[in-house]
T-cell receptor
Framework: DAGVTQSPTHLIKTRGQQVTLRCSPK?????VSWYQQALGQGPQFIFQ???????QRGNFPDRFSGHQFPNYSSELNVNALLLGDSALYLC???????????????FGAGTRLSVL | GDSVTQMEGPVTLSEEAFLTINCTYT??????LFWYVQYPGEGLQLLLK?????DKGSNKGFEATYRKETTSFHLEKGSVQVSDSAVYFC????????????FGKGTKLSVKP
């Protein structure tokens, strides 16, 4: 049973460029959430996708956008990169449902983005 | 808004010592509470959870009890091992959050042989 997979593992970009990160959810999951983890900090929620729509969003600018595909996989896009966007980007998947247990999030290993 | 506060690290212990990492939260209603662990170079792994007051989550010798009266969810382990060295994050999932998490800043634990 494959867990949450993310690609690429590492990425180096320069200021002003655009980047796309990818995530495949755990088998059986239908919801993907993205988090940004700056060095030495806890992860911060960016947004969540369910049924190919953005359902919730944290306090991140419009430069951060996403997409979910019919197979539940997801992409995170960041435009006009800033030095401060350097971080570990984590994808988490879950099964959205009424029962609290179904909302448990399982994380991938992350994509380390460095902006120079 | 909702928030999580956990004790500052780093915490350094000798093998077989007792571990406590404090975590308190602020939230409306009755959030679900979690501890995640992050080993060097890896993503987050769910360690344990509790979804209602007085619930005790446990896994791999770690325990935490959901205390509504003190809004706390402290992580404990009776005898730590070198392999427990990692960063531990306390997190909550509030009402209407669809499972999305608010994390504390993390506590780095180093266990010496």
């Amino acid at each position: 049973d494959a867990g949450v997979t993310q690609s690429p593992t590492h990425l180096i970009k320069t200021r002003g460029q655009q980047v796309t990160l990818r995530c495949s959810p755990k088998s059986g999951h239908d919801t993907v959430s993205w988090y940004q983890q700056a060095l030495g900090q806890g992860p911060q929620f960016i947004f969540q996708y369910y049924e190919e729509e953005e359902r919730q969003r944290g306090n991140f600018p419009d430069r951060f956008s996403g997409h979910q595909f019919p197979n539940y996989s997801s992409e995170l896009n960041v435009n006009a990169l800033l030095l401060g966007d350097s971080a570990l980007y984590l994808c988490a998947s879950s099964l959205l449902g009424r029962r609290a247990a179904k909302n448990i999030q399982y994380f991938g290993a992350g994509t380390r983005l460095s902006v120079l | 808004g909702d928030s999580v506060t956990q004790m500052e690290g780093p915490v350094t212990l000798s093998e077989e010592a007792f571990l406590t990492i404090n975590c308190t939260y602020t939230a409306t209603g009755y959030p679900s509470l979690f501890w995640y662990v992050q080993y060097p170079g890896e993503g987050l792994q769910l360690l344990l959870k509790a979804t209602k007051a007085d619930d005790k989550g446990s896994n791999k010798g770690f325990e935490a009890t959901y205390r509504k009266e003190t809004t706390s969810f402290h992580l404990e382990k009776g005898s730590v091992q070198v392999s427990d060295s990692a960063v531990y994050f306390c997190a909550l999932s509030g009402k209407g959050s669809q499972g999305n998490l608010i994390f504390g800043k993390g506590t780095k634990l180093s266990v010496k042989p």
